[in-house]
């Protein structure tokens, strides 16, 4: 049997095992030190844009960390694009908030603009203004900043730009992770870098990370004795998995060209197939990680469907996947208010992610075509 190809396998770079040994070497095990700084530091550098990073135990603390951050409380509202992993949502509902689905648009499959006011106008007519929005940037594709950060400042609504999947993408040049008032990232072994397990919540300004850090760590008030205030979360990121990181930063750029080229190799398979759409940039402002991609089927126009070409690849033990299941079709938000059409919902009926990682073989690549191009 052929060995398995995965969806998003971790790839190392190599210099991982060093900085994981200094830490070894030097007793660095606990969750601070050296390797923490540094990583923080590099990411800061990498993000530009006056970036404060605090790096935690995953995206999902980081976002938890931003809604209370943001003042977010039981019986609050909480946007969130619904076309998205749950993780994104979960946090609103650990701090007793209720969660607001909205729809996409079709460009990016991400947060629409149009929805997203309509969602907040309706709300404000309740008496029940939203604390918060959470915008995605879906498998690496920027969401429409300028006309989300527009509505956002109309309204005074700030926005926790959720980048878990968008590390290395960019919108009209500038970073994913640096348009929201607060914005996570993840590391989880599926991202294109990983920690192993691990996340970072960006701020704006320095005194946010303190506050963040301070969180993190039980919340301990500066006395000789233990001492505390407020409910602190144990969520620092440790300085092993950190020293993993510093080692992904040195080959994230290189990750980004690689998983793109993934994405371009799926676009020359299915270049004049009718009825099957790889998902790209809608204009040059977009620029992609790519992080995993994607494919549409429009079953209209050919005799295959997503399901046929997710079970003949797994047939060959190719890992590929339907995409997110939106937020408002899920079993355990069903009670939760949802504005849009049935946008998010076509996509993931005809939608599906195929191997994307950056350490794809040139034999594995064969392995792929061979079968996608049987079929089409």
């Given at each position: 049997?052929?060995?398995?190809?995965?969806?998003?396998?971790?790839?190392?770079?190599?210099?991982?095992?060093?900085?994981?040994?200094?830490?070894?070497?030097?007793?660095?095990?606990?969750?601070?030190?050296?390797?923490?700084?540094?990583?923080?530091?590099?990411?800061?550098?990498?993000?530009?844009?006056?970036?404060?990073?605090?790096?935690?135990?995953?995206?999902?603390?980081?976002?938890?960390?931003?809604?209370?951050?943001?003042?977010?409380?039981?019986?609050d509202e909480v946007i969130?694009?619904?076309?998205?992993?749950?993780?994104?949502?979960?946090?609103?509902?650990?701090?007793?908030?209720?969660?607001?689905?909205?729809?996409?648009?079709?460009n990016t499959w991400n947060?629409?603009?149009?929805?997203?006011?309509?969602?907040?106008?309706?709300?404000?007519?309740?008496?029940?203004?939203?604390?918060?929005?959470?915008?995605?940037?879906?498998?690496?594709?920027?969401?429409?900043?300028?006309?989300?950060?527009?509505?956002?400042?109309?309204?005074?609504?700030?926005?926790?730009?959720?980048?878990?999947?968008?590390?290395?993408?960019?919108?009209?040049?500038?970073?994913?992770?640096?348009?929201?008032?607060?914005?996570?990232?993840?590391?989880?072994?599926?991202?294109?870098?990983?920690?192993?397990?691990?996340?970072?919540?960006?701020?704006?300004?320095?005194?946010?990370?303190?506050?963040?850090?301070?969180?993190?760590?039980?919340?301990?008030?500066?006395?000789?004795?233990y001492q505390h205030s407020?409910?602190?979360?144990?969520?620092?990121?440790?300085?092993?998995?950190?020293?993993?990181?510093?080692?992904?930063?040195?080959?994230?750029?290189?990750?980004?060209?690689?998983?793109?080229?993934?994405?371009?190799?799926?676009?020359?398979?299915?270049?004049?197939?009718?009825?099957?759409?790889?998902?790209?940039?809608?204009?040059?402002?977009?620029?992609?990680?790519?992080?995993?991609?994607?494919?549409?089927?429009?079953?209209?126009?050919?005799?295959?469907?997503?399901?046929?070409?997710?079970?003949?690849?797994?047939?060959?033990?190719?890992?590929?996947?339907?995409?997110?299941?939106?937020?408002?079709?899920?079993?355990?938000?069903?009670?939760?208010?949802?504005?849009?059409?049935?946008?998010?919902?076509?996509?993931?009926?005809?939608?599906?992610?195929?191997?994307?990682?950056?350490?794809?073989?040139?034999?594995?690549?064969?392995?792929?075509?061979?079968?996608?191009?049987?079929?089409?």
């Amino acid at each position: 049997m052929n060995s398995k190809i995965y969806l998003s396998s971790p790839h190392m770079g190599g210099a991982e095992r060093d900085y994981v040994t200094e830490a070894f070497d030097t007793n660095w095990i606990a969750p601070l030190g050296p390797n923490v700084t540094h990583f923080e530091t590099s990411l800061e550098k990498y993000l530009k844009n006056n970036c404060h990073v605090a790096a935690l135990s995953s995206g999902t603390a980081a976002l938890h960390l931003a809604l209370i951050l943001l003042g977010v409380e039981r019986g609050d509202e909480v946007i969130c694009q619904t076309m998205t992993f749950s993780a994104s949502a979960n946090p609103i509902v650990y701090l007793g908030a209720t969660p607001i689905f909205v729809d996409s648009e079709p460009n990016t499959w991400n947060l629409c603009p149009n929805y997203l006011e309509e969602a907040i106008k309706d709300r404000i007519s309740k008496g029940k203004k939203p604390k918060a929005i959470i915008a995605v940037h879906l498998y690496g594709m920027p969401y429409k900043v300028n006309e989300i950060i527009a509505i956002s400042k109309k309204y005074e609504i700030p926005i926790i730009e959720d980048s878990a999947e968008a590390l290395g993408s960019s919108y009209k040049n500038q970073k994913c992770g640096t348009f929201g008032d607060f914005s996570i990232l993840s590391f989880n072994g599926n991202k294109i870098i990983t920690t192993s397990g691990g996340g970072a919540l960006i701020a704006k300004n320095k005194k946010n990370k303190e506050k963040a850090i301070f969180l993190a760590t039980q919340a301990r008030d500066e006395a000789p004795h233990y001492q505390h205030s407020e409910i602190g979360y144990n969520y620092r990121l440790s300085n092993i998995c950190a020293g993993i990181g510093r080692g992904q930063m040195e080959v994230l750029d290189a990750h980004v060209d690689l998983r793109r080229e993934m994405n371009q190799f799926y676009i020359n398979i299915f270049d004049g197939i009718e009825g099957v759409t790889v998902f790209r940039e809608p204009s040059e402002e977009f620029y992609s990680n790519h992080w995993l991609s994607c494919i549409l089927v429009d079953e209209k126009r050919t005799d295959l469907t997503s399901e046929k070409i997710r079970l003949a690849l797994l047939k060959d033990t190719i890992e590929a996947r339907p995409l997110w299941k939106p937020m408002h079709l899920q079993p355990v938000f069903k009670n939760a208010p949802y504005y849009g059409d049935t946008i998010s919902e076509n996509l993931f009926k005809s939608g599906l992610c195929l191997p994307s990682a950056s350490n794809i073989t040139s034999e594995e690549k064969g392995r792929i075509k061979c079968i996608l191009t049987k079929l089409t």
